[in-house]
């Protein structure tokens, strides 16, 4: 029986055949092309899983991560396993390979379609497709047998994966009914249509692409332009210019390199809707985009768990994070008032943590509201933010767990650590840390080590090496003790 994702995908390729489906600097398929690209790929990927796997667990569906920079390729590989009865698991290309080597061996993956070098103990065992992928088996983890490996529901179609409050990456389980009611709901109240053009900088495998930007658009019979690389102002311009996008969709840190440039950019007054996230934008920051070039931002707020959760079709720095979405409900606090901790329940949400047994379900209550551990409430109708509760962070639309940072660096020689975010001169977020250990220990050498443990975003760019750091009468060390060592040591050159 075809899953539901597979039927959706099937149904619109048909649908809409000869409109503009997915475009990169390389590659233009119109939905035709791309169905008979992702019937190509299933057709590669079939002959080389039944010569190159060995399924000794009996495993129906097999498991593979996607580790791949944005293009049109990536949508026919997702496409196309889908087609293939695989259960695709989007992964951050940017983690390190201790990261994705401990993803492969907790999530138990069989697979990996990939366009960079792996550093998984493995060689690449599969061809080169269409897209220039290659295919690579894996294998099981040591002292970890087959059978061990954690089950998913049989109702899952997709899994992502956020960094959690368990200090490594936690895989989400969605059914494709979760996923398919995520995409329509963002195209019904964002009006998303088939004349749109949408310009998408976020990696697919991130909650604000995957909801806004990739099955959401071609519900609509919608084009979607993706563009490699880092978001440099003058290659979002190129963009603007090139093909006159509709919508924009991208992390704070592209919007603010487009006030570094001083000459006008009519192009972006012509956006019908410009999405950041994950961190809210600066008021600043979206004041100046309003005046300057005449571009209002909509702060999109949702949660890896649970979907797309808020849209605003009139967004103004006032107005934080916009309308819940349909079939997204709001709770805060205890539940009496409309301040405090923000639980979600949605039809969007995941069924829970592949392999984290257990956590996904404690933080949902009696009633299914998910604990998302921000603070904000609700005023006239619209979510505002106010902070974070617990070990996470958000540094430039990335979320980081404290926790796995804290221990990278006690991994990498430090007897103790402090994390967390400072802000810059210039009002921009920075991941910082204050450290005691041994003498010899270094800022440069504790970041080095760091960096074959984590993404190079999760490793703090300042580090402050001291003797001791304060501790609680529990033993605990003191956050307000570390940060102002931290301020000491960096002459007060950032503020908390």
């Known amino acids: 029986m075809p899953g539901v994702l597979n039927q959706v995908f099937t149904d619109l390729l048909t649908q809409h055949a000869d409109r503009l489906a997915v475009a990169d600097t390389q590659r233009r398929l119109t939905y035709a092309e791309l169905n008979a690209a992702a019937a190509e790929f299933r057709t590669e990927f079939d002959g080389w899983w039944r010569e190159a796997a060995v399924r000794g667990s009996g495993e129906a569906r097999p498991r593979v991560l996607v580790l791949a920079a944005n293009s049109a390729s990536y949508v026919v590989a997702y496409v196309g396993l889908l087609r293939a009865g695989a259960l695709p698991f989007l992964l951050d290309p940017a983690l390190a390979p201790e990261e994705v080597r401990a993803v492969a061996a907790s999530c138990g993956i069989d697979a990996v379609v990939h366009d960079r070098p792996l550093h998984l103990g493995t060689e690449p065992s599969g061809p080169v497709t269409s897209g220039g992928y290659t295919l690579t088996r894996t294998a099981p983890a040591a002292g970890q047998p087959v059978a061990d490996r954690p089950e998913p529901l049989a109702s899952t179609e997709v899994c992502r994966f956020t960094s959690g409050s368990t200090g490594s990456p936690s895989c989400i389980e969605f059914s494709g009914?979760?996923?398919?009611?995520?995409?329509l709901s963002w195209r019904d109240a964002t009006a998303l249509a088939a004349d749109d053009r949408v310009l998408c900088f976020a990696g697919l495998f991130n909650g604000l692409a995957f909801n806004t930007s990739l099955l959401a658009a071609f519900?609509?019979?919608?084009?979607?332009?993706?563009?490699?690389?880092?978001?440099?102002?003058?290659?979002?311009?190129?963009?603007?210019?090139?093909?006159?996008?509709?919508?924009?969709?991208?992390?704070?840190?592209?919007?603010?390199?487009?006030?570094?440039?001083?000459?006008?950019?009519?192009?972006?007054?012509?956006?019908?809707?410009?999405?950041?996230?994950?961190?809210?934008?600066?008021?600043?920051t979206a004041e100046e985009l309003r005046t300057r070039h005449g571009l209002a931002v909509c702060n999109y707020y949702g949660v890896a768990e649970t979907g797309p959760l808020t849209f605003d079709p009139f967004p103004a720095p006032e107005h934080g994070q916009g309308h819940p979405l349909p079939g997204v409900e709001f709770v805060f606090g205890d539940g009496t008032g409309t301040t405090g901790e923000i639980r979600v329940r949605s039809t969007s949400m995941g069924s829970r943590y592949l392999n984290v047994p257990g956590a996904f379900e404690a933080r949902l209550d009696r009633d299914g509201f998910y604990a998302t551990h921000d603070l904000g409430s609700l005023r006239d109708g619209r979510l505002h933010l106010s902070g974070r509760a617990g070990s996470g962070l958000n540094i430039g639309g990335r979320k980081i767990d404290s926790v796995e940072v804290r221990r990278a660096l006690l991994a990498s020689g430090a007897t103790e650590a402090v994390v967390f975010a400072v802000d810059k001169r210039n009002g921009d977020p920075m991941l910082a840390a204050v450290v005691?250990?041994?003498?010899?220990?270094?800022?440069?050498?504790?970041?080095?080590?760091?960096?074959?443990?984590?993404?190079?975003?999760?490793?703090?760019?300042?580090?402050?090496?001291?003797?001791?750091?304060?501790t609680t009468g529990v033993g605990k060390p003191r956050m307000t003790a570390a940060r102002e060592l931290f301020h000491q040591a960096t002459d007060s050159a950032f503020t908390s």
């Open 177 to 183: 009914t979760a996923v398919h009611n995520a995409a």
């Open 219 to 284: 519900l609509a019979g919608a084009a979607l332009w993706l563009p490699s690389g880092l978001p440099t102002s003058g290659q979002v311009i190129r963009f603007l210019r090139e093909i006159r996008p509709t919508r924009l969709t991208g992390f704070p840190a592209l919007y603010e390199s487009l006030l570094r440039r001083t000459e006008p950019i009519p192009e972006l007054a012509e956006l019908k809707v410009a999405l950041s996230s994950a961190a809210p934008l600066k008021s600043t």
């Open 436 to 470: 005691s250990g041994p003498d010899g220990l270094t800022e440069d050498g504790l970041r080095v080590r760091c960096l074959e443990r984590l993404a190079a975003y999760k490793v703090p760019e300042r580090v402050v090496v001291v003797p001791e750091i304060p």
